[in-house]
């Protein structure tokens, strides 16, 4: 079941959908943005961020997108990105009957996510299009431990799968016809459920802050 904010997402996807805009001016648009990402709190990061307390999860992203603009008013958009590969290292040592024991322990971690955005422009159709919107998405994350004992690796792989929702907000500017920059701020929730062996919950939405470039005809 999506979470409230899902839901909320899905009621502007539905209302952006049916607003009357005029269906001659068109454009489609394709691009890129990157920028930082920044996980919630959920009691899986806060288990994985006590065991690695020098190393922050938080990170940068990149995405892909491709956005249908209808009119003056509306964008649809699909995205596909990835937030870069998280890592995590820590030594402990440990006493044994044969002496002392050194135990490494390296998390790599990895989120990939598919998003469809339904976009509803601001202030008419100039140069500076500020928007807002929402909408729905699939994320798939990926978890790799390795605890090395003396020299005895031992690699667990753990993942899933959520979906969820999400708002955003930004801007468009469009120095040229064929040529724009924008800037973007999205708060997403998708809550990957039991992720290790004390049910913790893993929320690999977040807030992610990021600016891009794009090309239209």
Same mark, same amino acid.
């Given at each position: 079941?999506?979470?409230?904010?899902?839901?909320?997402?899905?009621? @502007?996807?539905?209302?952006? =959908?049916? $607003?009357?805009?005029?269906?001659?001016?068109?454009?489609? /648009?394709? +691009?890129?943005? #990157?920028?930082?990402?920044?996980?919630?709190?959920?009691?899986?990061?806060?288990?994985?961020?006590?065991?690695?307390?020098?190393?922050?999860?938080?990170?940068?992203?990149?995405?892909?997108?491709?956005?249908? @603009?209808?009119?003056?008013? =509306?964008? $649809?958009?699909?995205?596909?990105?990835?937030?870069?590969? /998280?890592? +995590?290292?820590? #030594?402990?040592?440990?006493?044994?009957?044969?002496?002392?024991?050194?135990?490494?322990?390296?998390?790599?971690?990895?989120?990939?996510y598919f998003l469809a955005t339904a976009k509803i422009f601001l202030g008419g159709g100039g140069r500076l299009r500020p928007y807002i919107g929402g909408g729905v998405g699939h994320y798939f994350e990926k978890r790799i431990m390795t605890v090395t004992v003396g020299s005895y690796p031992d690699q667990r792989i753990q993942g899933g799968g959520a979906y969820g929702g999400h708002m955003v907000a930004g801007v468009d500017y469009l120095p040229g016809e064929w040529f724009g920059v924008c800037v973007e701020a999205r708060a997403a929730t998708a809550t990957v459920e039991k992720v290790n062996e004390f049910d913790d919950d893993f929320d690999v939405g977040g807030i992610l802050i990021q600016a891009g470039t794009f090309f239209a005809w």
């Open positions: 079941m999506f979470p409230s904010v899902a839901r909320i997402c899905l009621v @502007v996807l539905a209302l952006a =959908l049916a $607003l009357p805009v005029p269906v001659l001016a068109r454009s489609n /648009r394709l +691009g890129v943005r #990157t920028g930082y990402h920044l996980f919630p709190s959920t009691p899986y990061l806060d288990r994985i961020e006590a065991l690695f307390p020098e190393r922050s999860f938080n990170g940068f992203a990149r995405e892909l997108f491709f956005e249908y @603009v209808v009119g003056e008013e =509306l964008g $649809l958009e699909i995205a596909t990105g990835s937030y870069l590969p /998280r890592e +995590g290292h820590s #030594t402990e040592q440990t006493s044994t009957n044969g002496g002392v024991t050194q135990v490494d322990v390296d998390m790599n971690m990895r989120v990939s």
